[in-house]
């Protein structure tokens, strides 16, 4: 990894209205003990981490006047303080509070993501910066264009993107932009949880109930199916996608082949599959089948990882579920969101009931709250 990779302090808005700023605290940040229990990032060759392109990025990441009412940011959406989420929202709101139909995922970690976006549409963090600017329902802007105006005429960004990229106001381009933000993003890591304390090291950090809870989600939870745990790391995730009972469950079955096809002709102009994936709900609980259109994944999503999982409710990728417990009583009925629902046709293999009591679902939460980061901590309840 880059001697430059180090991680993020998290900001504090300390009235509201105000704008929350990440403020770096370097000398906190050294690569050993901060990433204990992730593995290796895989930084791309031709987008390495400075520590220049890293602020750059976190300028850019702050800045409002990348929307077409110059009241929305990439922060709007993933606060410092919020654990870069806009909990307590089920889905994002952009321009003039308009909403989609997509929780925020967490830009924690995103880094170690295979894939970006619930679905997976976008292959890295420079192509998933794209496309937030110009998706109706999020930053409103026709194209690129007003972005690269100010950032070739900002004195400040044209010296930065100066010093970056070696290149004068003109050659800046989107790309260098997208670049920035994802080098930005590629430091926002969060690990040395109490858990990899525990599991990695050894230390006497976890309570009986806790280490009970580990050993529902190795065991009869099956967690660890889809949110797996290695012998030197913990990413908690498969990087697949699944359906897992959420949000397709609620298309009604005879709509569900109008409403793939229509995804499917939308799928080659990329910003009306973004307008679809964040305007129309149906449409939207396809899932991973509009972009591979394979059948087998008709209302799958990705596999989310469970770091600092206690700070990002609600869950799924509609923010559906407003807390653990729901989770957990979600998968316990077998993916059926109530007793009496219909479990929907496309549901995963391995989704069933867990038959857990309420002292091994209250075990296994408090668990999860074990992974949380050492520099998140002071955030969890």
């Given at each position: ?11 504090t ?24 229990g ?22 850019l ?6 929307s077409?009412t ?23 709101e ?27 549409r976008s ?34 960004y ?59 989600f ?7 199916s889809?949110?797996i ?6 990413l ?8 897992v ?38 449409a939207?609980?396809?899932g991973?089948?509009a972009?591979?259109?394979?059948v ?52 995963s293999?391995?989704i ?24 998140f ?5």
């Open positions: 990894m880059n001697r430059y990779l180090f991680g993020i302090c998290i900001a808005v300390l009235i509201a209205g105000v704008k929350p700023e990440a403020k770096f605290n370097l000398s906190e940040f050294l690569v050993n003990d901060a990433q204990l992730l593995p290796a990032m895989k930084v791309p060759g031709d987008n390495p981490i400075t520590k220049e392109k890293v602020l750059l990025g976190e300028k990441f702050l800045d409002e006047r990348f077409s110059g009241k929305v940011s990439c922060a709007t959406c993933h606060l410092p303080e919020k654990a870069f989420t806009d909990s307590p929202l089920k889905v994002s952009g321009i003039d509070k308009l909403t989609g139909t997509r929780n925020a995922p967490t830009v924690i970690n995103a880094a170690f993501n295979k894939m970006q976006f619930w679905d997976g292959p890295d963090l420079e192509d998933q910066a794209l496309h937030p600017f110009v998706n109706p329902v999020e930053m409103g802007l026709e194209n690129h264009d007003p972005i690269l105006k100010i950032v070739r005429t900002d004195p400040e044209v010296k930065q993107f100066k010093n970056v990229f070696k290149i004068d106001p003109q050659q800046i381009a989107i790309k260098h932009v997208v670049m920035s933000i994802a080098a930005f993003e590629r430091v926002i890591i969060s690990s040395n949880s109490r858990f990899d304390r525990w599991y990695f090291r050894g230390e006497n950090v976890l309570s009986e109930k806790e280490k009970q809870g580990f050993d529902i190795i065991n009869k939870g099956r967690c660890v889809c949110h745990v290695e012998y030197t790391t913990a908690f995730t498969d990087g697949k996608f699944h359906n009972g959420v949000g397709i469950n609620t298309v009604p079955e005879d709509e569900i082949a109008r409403l793939s096809a229509e995804f499917l002709e939308a799928k080659y102009n990329r910003t009306d599959v973004d307008l679809k994936v964040l305007g129309d709900p149906q939207s609980e396809l991973r089948f972009v591979t259109r394979n087998s994944e008709m209302g799958a999503f990705k596999t989310p990882m469970l770091r600092d999982i206690a700070l990002t409710a609600p869950y799924m990728h509609d923010g559906s579920l407003k807390t653990l417990e729901d989770v957990i009583d979600h998968y316990n009925r077998g993916g059926a969101s109530s007793d009496s629902e219909k479990i929907n046709p496309y549901l293999g391995g069933r009931p867990l038959d857990l009591t309420d002292d091994e679902k209250a075990a296994l939460v408090a668990f999860m709250k074990t992974l949380t980061g050492k520099k901590e002071k955030f969890q309840q």
